[in-house]
């Protein structure tokens, strides 16, 4: 089945240390993202991916770290994470090739106390 | 600048009410557009998607959606609505440049009364 698999699904932790979320897709697609979905501002992207070694930055990209050392592989990384980080984050990959759409993970959500 | 307006915060109706939902978009491109579905705990589910052609789409679990350009409108529809439509649905607006991402709305959150 074509999925992209996020864990953990919940995750509590604690000011300033470091957690990773990881991502994963089994439809080889070159493009993928991380959203944060907070109540009242919708999805929020935070980094992206077009291929393998090549990421940039989304809208909301402080506080976090990505990389992308495989195509199936996109992990988010929280070096210190901080409570305003407290969030449903999310994960989608899609094709470049016209015409796409994203698929999205699960969800992942995150409480930072 | 590019943008995606859901009017609409929250909208109830009746199960076997019709349905509508509004979405704006303010695009310099040709846009490209999607309408998504997040049931709770879920994560977001394609509805539908314009790229061109017939203007009005249809979607799965009986959704369709009319793209309006003289209005930058792409609202979504459904003759009679069940009970498991209850959910958050987001409109987006994209080109197809693969390099100029993917604007989501706010999203609508739709309640429905038994």
């Known amino acids: 089945e074509a999925q992209v698999t996020q864990n953990p699904r919940y995750l509590i932790t604690v000011t300033g240390k470091k957690l990773t979320v990881t991502c994963s897709q089994n439809?080889?697609?070159?493009?993928m993202s991380w959203y944060r979905q907070d109540p009242g501002l919708g999805l929020r992207q935070i980094y992206y991916s077009m291929n393998v070694e090549v990421t940039d930055k989304g809208d909301v990209p402080e506080g976090y770290k990505v990389s992308r050392k495989e195509k199936r592989n996109f992990p988010l990384i929280l070096e210190s994470p901080s409570p305003n980080q407290t969030s449903l984050y999310f994960c989608?990959?899609?094709?470049?090739?016209?015409?796409?759409?994203?698929?999205f993970g699960s969800g992942t959500r995150l409480t930072v106390v | 600048a590019q943008s995606v307006t859901q009017p609409d915060i929250h909208i109830t109706v009746s199960e076997g009410a019709s349905l509508e939902l509004r979405c704006n978009y303010s695009y310099g491109a040709t846009p490209y557009l999607f309408w998504y579905v997040q049931s709770p705990g879920q994560g977001l589910q394609l509805l539908l998607k314009y790229f061109s052609g017939d203007t009005l789409v249809q979607g799965i679990k009986g959704f369709e959606a009319e793209f309006k350009r003289s209005q930058s409108s792409f609202n979504l529809r459904k003759p009679s609505v069940h009970w498991s439509d209850a959910a958050e649905y987001f409109c987006a607006v994209g080109a197809k440049n693969r390099d100029d991402k993917i604007i989501f709305g706010k999203g609508t959150r739709l309640h429905i009364l038994p």
């Open positions: 989608a990959s899609s094709s470049v090739n016209f015409p796409y759409g994203y698929t």
């Open positions: 439809m080889n697609h070159e493009y």
